[in-house]
Antibody, heavy 116, light 113 residues
């Protein structure tokens, strides 16, 4: 069974940094685009970023460009999201999801709270 | 950016009755070169991540019951639950994947009457 497990969420001050991780199991991680999707209270679901199988292509929503970096390590079946210069509006549950543009496997999510 | 809207915000349906959810995109999500419609539907239950139900506007994902169906084209879409079951109580989201940023609708909450 395909599974994704996120970690790394927590409380961070505005302007701070956090690194999220996602470990995949039960499928060939290296064969799939991967994405991060977040869900903020009262703001619904928002696609954040995605990355090609070999990491050669990455795309971001405008609100995180220049602040967030998506990366992956296929040897470790792992996906990452480096979040810098965080803002209050980055608060939410961050999901790791399999796919480039539609997502048929999701993790349970990790919660990020940006607050002073 | 393409903006997605949904109606109604919520609806209450009796067990076994039909539930209909509407979704509208601010521009067409039909890609003329391949005649595919880049529209998906997800179901999210409390405390759980979203689950993909339908893609290409009308193709059910593997294992999705056939009481769920998607229809529509261009900018107007519908998700229909033909005979509501108790386990279908959830929030339903449409999503366009025609272009980045991929965007979700605000969701429609389905409850039992």
């Amino acid at each position: 069974e395909a599974q994704l497990l996120e970690s790394g969420g927590g409380l961070v001050q505005p302007g701070g940094s956090l690194r999220l991780s996602c470990v995949a199991s039960g499928f060939m991680f290296s064969r799939h685009w991967m994405s991060w999707v977040r869900q903020a209270p009262g703001r619904g679901l928002e696609w954040v970023a995605n990355i090609k199988q070999d990491g050669s292509e990455k795309f971001y929503v405008d609100s995180v460009k220049g602040r967030f970096t998506i990366s992956r390590d296929n040897d470790r079946n792992s996906l990452y999201l480096e979040m810098n210069s965080q803002r209050v509006e980055d608060t939410g549950v961050y999901y790791c999801a399999r796919g480039a543009e539609i997502w048929n496997v999701w993790g349970q999510g990790t919660t990020v709270i940006v607050s002073s | 950016d393409i903006v997605m809207t949904q109606s109604p915000d919520s609806l209450a349906v009796s067990l076994g009755e039909r539930a209909t959810i509407n979704c509208k995109s601010s521009q067409s999500v039909l890609y003329s070169s391949n005649n595919e419609t880049y529209l998906a539907w997800y179901q999210q239950k409390p405390g759980q991540p979203p689950k993909l139900l339908i893609y290409w506007a009308s193709t059910r994902d593997s294992g999705v019951p056939d009481r769920f169906s998607g229809s529509g084209s261009g900018t107007d879409f519908t998700l229909t639950i033909s005979s509501l079951q108790a386990e279908d109580v959830a929030i339903y989201y449409c999503q366009q994947y025609y272009t980045t940023p991929f965007a979700f609708g605000p969701g429609t909450k389905v409850d039992l009457k």
